[in-house]
């Protein structure tokens, strides 16, 4: 079965670096777009970046352009999230998809980043 | 602050037909198709219906849904305790982003 699994958040301070993933299995991975969604607690959803599936094209959301990338293993079905400059309004559950284009058929379980002094 | 816009709440008894609303412009729903999720406390979302009106396998069909113009909408008929939860659409953007709703909160009384 298609599972999502996402590991790599914590706490930090404002301005630290982090790098998200999300190792895939039950697919083949290097067919799908993937997917990063982030969650603030207690709010809605809010995408964050799309990549395709040889990684060739990305999409980032206004929020996080200059600040955070995407990137993807296809060879270690694994999805990375690198988040640069991080601020406190980034604190987040953030939830690695399979899609694109808003249809995003299997989610991983979060992972909470919190950015805080 | 989302650019499709849900109430924030509703509410129904079960058995009753709820339905929650999206309403978006001509540069997202306008011309891409809705999706919404459905989300549990605690829990990851969960695709509920794709391409404006269709259902993933093991979505009842108690779910649906409907677009028309720059407007969606999700209707739940035969509402059960088990539907409470929060609903959010999701359609492309042609400014090459995903746009979600603020999401809905549905009460069974």
């Known amino acids: 079965q298609v599972q999502l699994v ?5 706490s930090l301070k404002p301005g630290g ?27 809605g959803l809010e995408w964050v970046s ?7 094209t990305i999409f980032l959301a206004d929020s996080v352009k200059g ?11 694994s999805l990375y ?12 559950f953030y939830y690695c998809a399979r899609g694109s284009r808003a249809y995003f058929d299997y989610w991983g379980q979060g992972s909470l980043v919190t950015v805080s002094s | 602050q989302s650019v499709l816009t849900q109430p924030p709440s509703a509410s129904g008894t079960p058995g009753q037909r709820v339905t929650i609303s ?3 412009s001509s ?17 990851a979302p969960k695709l509920l219906i794709y391409n404006n009106n269709e259902r993933p396998s093991g979505v009842p069909d108690r779910f649906s849904g409907s677009k028309s113009g720059t407007s969606a909408s999700l209707a739940i008929s035969g509402l059960q305790s088990a539907d409470e939860a929060d609903y959010f659409c ?17 009460t069974v009384l």
Request: net charge positive; with cysteine.
């Open chain 1, 6 to 10: 996402e590991s790599g958040g914590g």
């Open chain 1, 17 to 43: 670096s982090l790098r998200l993933s999300c190792a895939a299995s039950g697919f083949r991975f290097s067919d799908y777009y993937m997917s990063w969604i982030r969650q603030a607690p207690g709010k």
């Open chain 1, 50 to 56: 799309c990549i395709s599936s040889r990684g060739s």
């Open chain 1, 67 to 77: 600040r955070f990338n995407v990137s993807r293993d296809n060879s270690k079905k």
């Open chain 1, 81 to 92: 999230l690198h988040m640069d400059s991080l601020r406190a309004d980034d604190t987040a």
């Open chain 2, 22 to 24: 999206c309403s978006g």
């Open chain 2, 27 to 43: 540069s997202n729903i306008g011309s891409n198709v809705v999706n919404w999720y459905q989300q549990f406390p605690g829990t």
């Open chain 2, 90 to 106: 999701a359609a492309w953007n042609d400014s090459l982003n995903v746009l979600f709703g603020g999401g809905t909160k549905l």
